[in-house]
């Protein structure tokens, strides 16, 4: 029953996300063309850092399991309503991957000052052509922030 | 001949008509100024200037304009029922309206005073009286949202009220139906009024930092009708002032029977010297009954409190707590200028405006000035209290404001008209007509000690040729007047909710800087929150069911719910795990005899319901939230009463019932 399940998911995702992967790829490129003919205004865009009050965020190769932990919490309360751990899309996109596609001050950026990036970011003004719905801004502390990304990380693997 | 008789017509209808409009008062287009339209035209996207607070009258609801636009801004719930909002309706709201007498889902809601420190409005409160079944409500300005209801005993017809001191210390409400005390045996005679029935003017404190509410005390006078009140300020600190009529003590025909004197009175009030007198246990501590609500911004929850005892202070007593000023004719409006210097009586059926001087009044107290008692209480002499009378003002004086700058503004119901007049001279300067029969006026800050002046805003009782016609009943209009020339300017014409008596306006950013946006997760202490998505669940304890739901752009969690049998009581408990401004999610029941949720972010928020019959019935999104608002549903099936489906709840996937028949 389960594959049932699973197969009709798959078949509505593939239906709802129609070209959903091709214009992921797409929207890349769309997105440095866009960044050539840039009109004047959005010109200070950084689409690798986002817009926001992250400049810098340090990393280190290892995992702060703690933060991560608290990051999760955080996460099961304000994010997973809309996000899956894995590829698949619910009602935003699958969180699987999302820390090898973009920058970590991109992610703390784009949680924080959501509205401003949906408004700016070529990779996220894709997104929303294939979701169909803004991501709120969920009102994240810059503790909760960094926590989350941590749990990302661990999600997409680092140990 | 049909034509002729057609053109004979035509001619009598086109007379008809010119007539008609020959009868109306000059059109108002007259009286504005020429850039009236640029003065109240606030750009889209534009703030308005001012916040005006509205009372809705027999709506029981607080309206919220903003000034000089005149656009509506909100409708808060306060005393009645709003199934838009859930308000009384939802189980955290409910007990708000609850009283001595049950759960009341009406008020009549006349007066507003915004919470004052040092004589100047601070933007954290408003208060408003209930008329009906006396009671005062708190509205906090972050929220814009009803906080607190206290019910007042010994009372009826809480009019004189929700006046306030200098620093929000108290709340006043006096009564307009004089009543025999609760804790008497009140199943007199009617026309026993004399000996049985009694005014009482209650002092309800307002603990400084939390704004929590208490009847401090009650002072017990002769039966009579109080009206109107201000406290006073600067030198006249520590006193106030309440009008009253009836002093005829009637108690059948009063439209008759309570206007026969020439003079009613004004009653100045020593309230400190009250207040320390019951510090010192000289008031006499009596049996009641009264509700006192409040609603927690953590657990999102109201309760009500039944309160058991009161305070009285009987004057006769205290000779020296209240005086009794002589004022023409039935007086309405009793207003302090913003000196403290001065109190305006607006006798609603005289010709005249007298104005009394408090300093006047202190003499005359200290010297025993009288011209004899009133029920045991000390009348001062007409003269010896009074500063000046404003000659020939209009008819039917009823309410006064200040600009700050030495002006009075007064309206005349009776004569249809704003009338300006000189505190210091008391000469009239400038009459406007208003459309028609004002009220109330208000001006911002006009009842504190620094008014920011600028607006006048006239509340008509009668609107009639005004708006486009809707049938016998009309909204009732506002006036909004420019107050920073010489002469009075009309600038707008406006309708409003129920019916407007006072209002209240004060400058936007001193409200808007704190206005709340969300309500915090992390803070919420609701006892059926679901923290998280993961967290949902439905729980069956007896013939109770508690859905543990959240809502979120665009779904609800869970979505599809079997196990639920006819006549269980259904408590969705909904938390909205949004945490970003302006997205609340709705929530309705199909057959539901009940109102909606309109749940804010971050808010627990329940809806009861008792499913009458077998079948499926959808839940949904109230509220247009996102793109896929039209996605935002869900299923409850509900079974015949012993049915053995079990509990079952589930959300993108089939239940575990679905699943147990699909294998079969």
């Known amino acids: 029953m389960k594959k049932l399940f699973l197969m009709f998911s798959i078949a509505l995702f593939s239906a709802g996300c129609a070209g959903g992967g091709n214009s992921d790829s797409n929207g890349s490129t769309e997105q440095s063309a866009a960044d050539e003919t840039?009109?004047?205004?959005?010109?200070?865009?950084?689409?690798?850092?986002?817009?926001?009050?992250?400049?810098?965020?340090?990393?280190?190769?290892?995992?702060?399991?703690?933060?991560?932990?608290?990051?999760?919490?955080?996460?099961?309360l304000k994010c997973i309503s809309c996000h899956k751990l894995t590829d698949e899309k619910l009602?935003?996109?699958?969180?699987?991957?999302?820390?090898?596609?973009?920058?970590p001050e991109w992610i703390m950026n784009f949680m924080t000052n959501t509205d401003a990036m949906i408004d700016k970011d070529p990779k996220v003004q894709a997104m929303l052509e294939i979701c169909m719905v803004r991501m709120p801004n969920q009102n994240l502390s810059d503790g909760d922030t960094r926590d989350i990304l941590e749990f990302l990380r661990k999600n997409d693997g680092v140990k | 001949m049909k034509r002729n008789l057609y053109i004979l017509c035509s001619c009598a209808a086109l007379l008809m008509l010119m007539n008609?409009?020959?009868?109306?008062?000059?059109?108002?287009?007259?009286?504005?100024?020429?850039?009236?339209?640029?003065?109240?035209?606030?750009?889209?996207?534009?703030?308005?200037?001012?916040?005006?607070f509205v009372s809705g009258g027999f709506s029981g609801q607080v309206s919220v304009y903003g000034i000089p636009s005149g656009r509506l801004l909100r409708v808060i719930p306060v005393f009645s029922v709003d199934p838009e909002k859930g308000w009384g309706f939802s189980e955290e709201t409910k007990p708000m309206l609850n009283t001595s007498h049950g759960e009341i889902p009406w008020?009549?809601?006349?007066?507003?005073?915004?919470?004052?420190?040092?004589?100047?409005?601070?933007?954290?409160?408003?208060?408003?009286?209930?008329?009906?079944?006396?009671?005062?409500?708190?509205i906090d300005l972050k929220t814009f949202r009803t906080t607190e209801i206290i019910e007042i005993p010994n009372s009826a017809g809480n009019h004189s009220s929700p006046f306030i001191?200098?620093?929000?210390?108290?709340?006043?409400?006096?009564?307009?139906?004089?009543?025999?005390?609760?804790?008497?045996?009140?199943?007199?005679?009617?026309?026993s009024y004399k000996k049985n029935f009694k005014g009482t003017l209650s002092f309800v404190s307002v603990a400084p930092k939390e704004g929590?509410?208490?009847?401090?005390?009650?002072?017990?006078?002769?039966?009579?009708?109080?009206?109107?009140?201000?406290?006073?300020k600067g030198p006249s600190s520590g006193w106030f002032f309440f009008s009253c009529y009836n002093s005829e003590q009637a108690h059948t025909l009063l439209e008759v029977n309570a206007s026969k004197r020439d003079k009613d009175y004004i009653l100045a009030v020593n309230w400190k010297k009250a207040a320390e007198y019951v510090k010192q246990g000289k008031g006499k501590k009596v049996k009641a009954n009264y509700a006192h609500n409040t609603f927690s911004e953590v657990t999102h929850s109201a309760t009500s409190k039944m309160e058991t005892e009161t305070t009285l202070i009987d004057v006769k007593d205290f000779p020296d707590l209240v005086y009794m000023i002589p004022c023409p004719k039935s007086p309405h409006g009793c207003d302090v200028d913003p000196s403290g210097e001065y109190i305006v009586g607006s006798g609603k059926l005289a010709a005249l405006i007298p104005v009394f001087s408090f300093s006047k009044i202190q003499n005359a107290i200290a010297n025993k000035t009288y011209d004899g008692d009133y029920g045991g209480i000390p009348v001062l002499k007409y003269e010896a209290a009074l500063?000046?009378?404003?000659?020939?003002?209009?008819?039917?004086?009823?309410?006064?404001?200040?600009?700050?700058?030495?002006?009075?503004?007064?309206?005349?119901?009776?004569?249809?008209?704003?009338?300006?007049?000189?505190?210091?001279?008391?000469?009239?300067?400038?009459?406007?007509p208003t459309y028609y029969s004002p009220g109330h006026l208000s001006i911002p800050g006009g009842d504190t000690k620094k008014p920011y002046g600028k607006y006048l805003i006239a509340y008509n009782k009668i609107t009639k040729d005004r708006f486009l016609p809707t049938g016998p009943e009309l909204s009732q209009s506002a006036q909004l007047f420019d107050i920073s020339g010489d002469k009075m300017k009309l600038l707008l014409d406006y309708p409003t909710i129920g019916e407007p008596h006072y209002a209240q306006m004060v400058p936007a950013e001193l409200i808007a800087k704190n206005s709340q946006k969300i309500f915090r997760l992390d803070e919420n202490k609701h006892p059926y929150v679901t923290m998280g998505e993961k967290n949902s669940k439905v729980v069956r304890e007896g013939n109770k069911v508690h859905v543990y739901m959240t809502a979120m752009r665009s779904h609800f969690s869970p979505d599809n719910i079997e196990?639920?049998?006819?006549?269980?009581?259904?408590?969705?408990?909904?938390?909205?795990?949004?945490?970003?401004?302006?997205?609340?999610?709705?929530?309705?029941?199909?057959?539901?005899?009940?109102?909606?949720?309109?749940?804010?972010?971050?808010?627990?928020?329940?809806?009861?319901?008792?499913?009458?019959?077998?079948?499926?019935?959808?839940?949904?999104?109230?509220?247009?939230?996102?793109?896929?608002h039209q996605e935002m549903q869900g299923y409850v099936r509900v079974s015949v009463k012993g049915s053995k489906v079990p509990i079952s709840f589930s959300l993108g996937k089939n239940s575990e019932a679905a699943e147990e028949m699909l294998k079969k």
């Open chain 2, 387 to 432: 500063y000046g009378e404003v000659k020939k003002p209009g008819l039917g004086p009823l309410h006064t404001e200040f600009d700050g700058k030495g002006n009075a503004y007064t309206t005349f119901f009776i004569s249809s008209e704003i009338v300006k007049w000189n505190i210091k001279d008391l000469k009239v300067l400038d009459r406007q």
């Open chain 2, 563 to 628: 196990g639920v049998k006819v006549g269980d009581e259904v408590y969705f408990h909904v938390t909205n795990l949004e945490q970003d401004w302006d997205v609340p999610h709705g929530f309705g029941v199909k057959g539901n005899k009940n109102a909606e949720l309109l749940i804010m972010p971050g808010e627990t928020t329940t809806l009861k319901w008792v499913p009458e019959k077998a079948g499926i019935f959808p839940i949904y999104c109230t509220d247009f939230c996102s793109a896929l």
């Open chain 2, 165 to 191: 001191t200098e620093n929000t210390e108290y709340v006043v409400a006096g009564t307009r139906f004089s009543v025999p005390m609760d804790n008497e045996d009140g199943d007199v005679p009617i026309d």
């Open chain 2, 20 to 52: 008609l409009s020959g009868c109306k008062p000059k059109n108002a287009g007259d009286a504005t100024g020429g850039d009236a339209a640029g003065r109240v035209y606030v750009a889209p996207g534009k703030y308005d200037e001012l916040y005006n």
């Open chain 1, 38 to 76: 840039k009109t004047p205004g959005t010109e200070a865009y950084d689409p690798k850092r986002g817009e926001g009050k992250f400049t810098e965020v340090k990393i280190s190769d290892k995992l702060d399991a703690e933060m991560a932990a608290r990051g999760e919490k955080v996460a099961d």
């Open chain 2, 212 to 232: 929590e509410m208490k009847v401090a005390f009650q002072m017990v006078l002769p039966g009579m009708n109080f009206d109107l009140s201000h406290s006073g």
């Open chain 2, 107 to 138: 008020g009549d809601q006349h007066h507003l005073a915004l919470s004052q420190t040092n004589g100047e409005i601070d933007g954290r409160w408003l208060f408003a009286n209930e008329n009906n079944t006396p009671r005062i409500a708190r």
């Open chain 1, 91 to 103: 009602v935003g996109p699958g969180w699987a991957g999302v820390t090898k596609r973009h920058t």
